[in-house]
């Protein structure tokens, strides 16, 4: 929040302070309200100067990103194409039923991918992993569906010691 009060400094603002005292009005400066204070801005370069000191960081080593593990984010990538063949009709969903749980097959078989349902309406044109945690997988992708570019979505758990099964799918 920025209030205006009585304020000097450069040739412009002496002008202006000038003509508000011919006025007879108030002269003006500016200051900055943070946590019930009123702190005033630097008059050379308008900085304001911290309220408080910021916390100190919390004992122990930085937490380290995950390592990617290349296995998984290409089995992901992998079952993303096939979903896209279901979703496309040109793939059973028999041959993808270890690899994803009953609600994606469901929501895949309900997605329109043309204009009358038929095949030919969906394609993979790009699709990007991530791995977020140890034990999940994130996949990006774009797919042509009935004509339009659409983003697909789709995340994988690990399920035992190596299997990643696909929990959620959306197009968006």
């Known amino acids: 929040m920025t209030a205006t009060f009585e304020r ?6 002496a002008t202006d302070d000038e003509l508000r ?6 002269l003006v400066r500016t200051v900055v309200y943070e946590h019930g204070e009123f702190t005033e801005a630097c008059k050379a370069c308008g900085h304001v100067p911290p309220t408080s000191i910021p916390p100190e960081l919390p004992p122990g080593e930085p937490v380290v990103d995950v390592v990617q593990d290349p296995r998984a984010l290409r089995t992901a ?8 063949d279901v979703l496309d009709q040109r793939r059973p969903p028999k041959q993808v039923v270890n690899l994803a749980v009953p609600e994606v097959l469901r929501y895949l078989r309900a997605v329109p991918t043309g204009p009358s349902g038929l095949r030919g309406g969906a394609r993979l044109l790009s699709a990007r992993a991530s791995q977020p945690h140890e034990g999940a997988v994130e996949v ?7 004509g339009r570019l659409r983003a ?21």
């Not at 005292?21 to 108030?26: A, E, I, K, N, V």
Request: aromatic share 6%; proline share 2%.
């Open 21 to 26: 005292r011919l006025l007879g009005l108030p």
């Open 140 to 146: 990006a992708a774009m797919i042509r569906l009935g």
């Open 8 to 13: 000097t400094g450069t040739s412009q603002e």
């Open 77 to 84: 990538a992998r079952t993303v194409a096939w979903l896209v």
């Open 152 to 172: 697909m979505a789709a995340s994988f758990v690990l399920a035992g010691l190596d299997a990643w099964t696909c929990t959620t799918v959306r197009i968006l």
